[in-house]
């Protein structure tokens, strides 16, 4: 059985805190995406417990009717528990060498465990259609990890929200961009 697996960055938000919440624009766009789903049969919904990524997938939510299931593994990556002044330059480095760690961070490789733990989940679940929120930066190690040419340049041109389908069928898998930037 062929798996669909919509992949979602969260809409426009308000900042980076694990409460931020989405802007005006924000709001308009999650409803977008409401209006994309709208006739689209979804089995299952799970999202980051970041307040952003909820409630980007609210309004599809509660049209479906179908509960969001809060999976901490979507939560967005952690780069260094420090401050980091050159943080673009280090998120860049970490692109390159999977293995890259900063003080009380965790590496690319085990973000991308993380996420790629929680869609072997869904390929052996019964649902054939799943909704998955999260963040930029995991979003781009779980697509670089099915897309290898997927790096640091595709992160920085992902849009607020994103939208990717990740199809798999017979272990095979192909991913898409389904989002049309405005």
Known sequence: MEKEIYLIRHCEADGQPYEANLTKQGLKQAKQLGDFFAKIKIDQIISSPFLRAIQSIEPTSNEKN??????????????????????????????????????????????TNRVISVIDEIIKSKNQTTIVVTHGNLLSLLLKHFTKEFGFENWKSLSNPDLYLLKCKNNEFVCERMWQVE
């Open 66 to 111: 179908i509960d969001i299931v809060l999976d901490e593994r979507l939560s967005e990556r952690k780069l260094s528990s420090t401050d980091l002044p050159d943080w673009l330059e280090k998120l860049k480095a970490t692109f390159e060498d999977m293995e890259l760690k900063f003080d009380g961070g965790e590496s690319s490789q085990e973000a």
